[in-house]
Each structure stands twice: as C-alpha cells, then as structure tokens.
C-alpha cells in the first residue's frame, strides 16, 4: 500500500517541531524573539538600527540577526547601532527556518540577551509560512507600496502581532491613504494594532521596543483569527510549550 505524504506538511511540521523547542530553550534564558518580515525596500533596516540605537541608550541588552540572499550590507548598517548583530546569509533561500537560525544562534547570542530581532528575508510570501521560536512577529510595509498590501498577502498580515508602516514622512507625497490601508489591514487581521513610524523623523521610534519589552514580560500579544494550516499552529503562543532538545538553555548570568 502506498503512502501519499504531503512534502510542503512535512517540510513545515518538522520547522514547528523545531521553533517549539527554539521557543522553550530561549524562554529558558530570558529571551525573547521579533520576528520581523517585509517586502524588500520597505525601510525594515532603517527602522531597525533607530531602535536598536534606542534599546542601548535605554540599556536594554539586544541582538539582532539579519538575513539577505546575499551581501552583509544590513548586517554592517545595524551594527553602527553599538549591539551585537550577525549577518546570515541564505545562498538564494527566500527565507529563515527555525533550525537554521538555532545553528546561527549557537556561540553567538549573547547571555545577556533580553531581545533578539530577526530582521528575515525581503519576502512577504516564503516567511510567512516559517515560525522561528518568535514571541512577537511585526510585518512592515512602507507607504509607497500600496494600500491593497494586506489584501495580497492575507497570510503575512493575518499572522501578524503588530503592522508597522513605515517611511510615513512621504505619505502624503505617495498619496497614501490610511484610512484604507487600516481598512484592509482590519479585513486580514482584525483587532491588530497599526503603527505609524518614519525612521527619518523619528515619529514611532520607540514603539517597536516598547510592544517587544512587553511581550518579553508576559503581556498578553494579539492574537489573529487566521489559523496555520493543519501541520501547526497560529502564533498566539498563549499556551505553554515543552523545553525543547537541549536548545540554548542556558540561564542569563
């Protein structure tokens, strides 16, 4: 008798299985993961290193791991910010696994890591379908992109804890319409709460940091109606998960 297994339900049960135990073994020590997704050129790094920036001058003990097909070009922007920040590079995979960033992790993140950002791939179709251990996962998408971006991938924004956008300093020079794209947002994921930032301005700056701290001190984060398809789970992660493999489990010093 032959047995039809679906390679997509595998593929995706086994990085599950593995963000579970990422998510456990993080916990363990104190640490919490933002997994941030975008389409490429959405203002994602230019944002990032503003917060980062802020996170040190509050002393807040941060990392961030940036991911790009190839080149270390965001890995060299974040790092001005003064935290430790490591660069992968996926060799033309168009996102993160939960096992891939565990290897990554291993040596690297610092003990004292309170937050650990994961800016993934410039891709708002693969990373969507990937849980990497995160507590909150933010999708951005900048002004000039559209207002119909919620509508075309219903899964990223679906997903999502917090919708960023970005670049609003040149809202009103793309003709943006807010009211619409909050309109669209609500359709996907509805009760998700949408920021405004420039990176440029300044105007934000310190939320992303803020929506992190709490989520890292247990505050409940929103949860989306859409569901993972049936090899997993939605990212509520209002429930507890085992102490997974032996994964980074060290406790902070």
């Given at each position: 008798?032959?047995?039809?297994?679906?390679?997509?339900?595998?593929?995706?049960?086994?990085?599950?299985?593995?963000?579970?135990?990422?998510?456990?073994?993080?916990?363990?020590?104190?640490?919490?993961?933002v997994n941030l997704l975008s389409s490429p050129g959405?203002?994602?790094?230019?944002?990032?290193?503003?917060?980062?920036?802020?996170?040190?001058?509050?002393?807040?003990?941060?990392?961030?791991?940036?991911?790009?097909?190839?080149?270390?070009?965001?890995?060299?922007?974040?790092?001005?910010?003064?935290?430790?920040?490591?660069q992968i590079l996926t060799d033309g995979l168009c996102h993160l696994e939960a096992g891939m960033?565990?290897?990554?992790?291993?040596?690297?993140?610092?003990?004292?890591?309170?937050?650990?950002?994961?800016?993934?791939?410039?891709?708002?179709?693969?990373?969507?379908?990937?849980?990497?251990?995160?507590?909150?996962?933010?999708?951005?998408?900048?002004?000039?992109?559209?207002?119909?971006?919620?509508?075309?991938?219903?899964?990223?924004?679906?997903?999502?804890?917090?919708?960023?956008?970005?670049?609003?300093?040149?809202?009103?020079?793309?003709?943006?319409?807010?009211?619409?794209?909050?309109?669209?947002?609500?359709?996907?994921?509805?009760?998700?709460?949408?920021?405004?930032?420039?990176?440029?301005?300044?105007?934000?700056?310190?939320?992303?940091?803020?929506?992190?701290?709490?989520?890292?001190?247990?505050?409940?984060?929103?949860?989306?109606?859409?569901?993972?398809?049936?090899?997993?789970?939605?990212?509520?992660?209002?429930?507890?998960?085992?102490?997974?493999?032996?994964?980074?489990?060290?406790?902070?010093?």
């Amino acid at each position: 008798m032959c047995r039809v297994v679906d390679l997509k339900q595998a593929v995706l049960a086994k990085n599950d299985r593995a963000a579970d135990a990422l998510r456990a073994g993080l916990a363990a020590r104190g640490t919490t993961v933002v997994n941030l997704l975008s389409s490429p050129g959405s203002g994602k790094t230019a944002l990032l290193e503003r917060e980062l920036g802020l996170a040190r001058e509050r002393s807040v003990p941060v990392a961030a791991l940036t991911a790009d097909l190839a080149t270390e070009n965001d890995a060299a922007r974040l790092a001005r910010s003064g935290v430790p920040v490591k660069q992968i590079l996926t060799d033309g995979l168009c996102h993160l696994e939960a096992g891939m960033l565990a290897r990554h992790l291993e040596g690297w993140l610092p003990d004292a890591a309170r937050l650990l950002f994961v800016e993934n791939v410039g891709n708002l179709v693969c990373p969507a379908s990937y849980d990497l251990g995160e507590t909150l996962r933010v999708v951005l998408a900048s002004v000039t992109e559209g207002e119909d971006k919620p509508l075309k991938y219903p899964t990223a924004f679906g997903l999502a804890h917090l919708v960023v956008v970005t670049k609003t300093d040149i809202a009103e020079a793309v003709e943006f319409d807010e009211a619409e794209f909050r309109a669209n947002v609500e359709r996907v994921n509805p009760g998700v709460e949408v920021v405004l930032t420039s990176a440029r301005r300044g105007l934000g700056l310190g939320t992303l940091l803020d929506r992190a701290l709490a989520a890292a001190d247990g505050a409940p984060v929103h949860a989306p109606v859409m569901a993972r398809e049936p090899h997993g789970h939605g990212h509520g992660h209002t429930h507890d998960h085992a102490d997974g493999a032996g994964v980074l489990t060290q406790p902070h010093s």
